[in-house]
């Protein structure tokens, strides 16, 4: 909601949490408010890893809401065999997936996809105190971002030392700024003390995702371990 909220393309936001959907009850009671819409579409956005019983589940959901026509309801992962599959197949990223799946329902996709999201004047001015009081004015500009969900997603540490090291003998005079949420503060310390250059800013739980998202706009490249 707070990425979205405001976007141009959307009439309506509904947030819901999972305790609102628990319980026979409750689910009915969200089935006929969603029947009360009499939607004509419904598009299905599935997770990459999404599992078949919980496809089915949403598949059955959303029969009961008697939707006018759904699309979108996909496999794209087979979760045996990951390890063999990674060496074998050549997989798209997140985007391409999805606009590749909404192109196979007959939906019109551009090849050409735009980021840009509803950012509050609010949101901006924060981040331009914090660019100013960092003094963020470097003419190039690169984001690490060294956190991750999953242990298995983390690239180590001292890798993106090695690649703060290289950019600036390439670009000796660019900044770095270290992305990420309260969690990743101690990482990015050690980033800005180990790549041992004053140009290195971390800004790791300083920020809001929409203050992040204005001002990763003004960067040359950015180097994370996933796509969240």
Known sequence: KELIGSAWFIDRLWVYSA?????FKNVIRFVKKLRSESFDLWIYLPQELITFNVLIRNLIFTKLCKIGKAVGF??????????SQSEVFLFDNEIDR???????WGISISDEVEYELPIPKKSKDFALKI???EKINAKTLFGLVPGAGYETNQWPLDNFVEVGKFIFKNYPNSQIIVFGGPGDFEKGEYLKKNIGNGSVVNLCGKLSLLEWAFIVNKYKLIISNNTG
Do not use: A, D, Q, V
């Open 19 to 23: 305790e609102e959907i628990s319980g």
């Open 74 to 83: 996909e496999l794209s992962t087979i979760k045996f065999w990951t390890h």
């Open 98 to 104: 999805l606009m590749n799946l909404l192109r196979r």
């Open 131 to 133: 660019i100013e009081k």
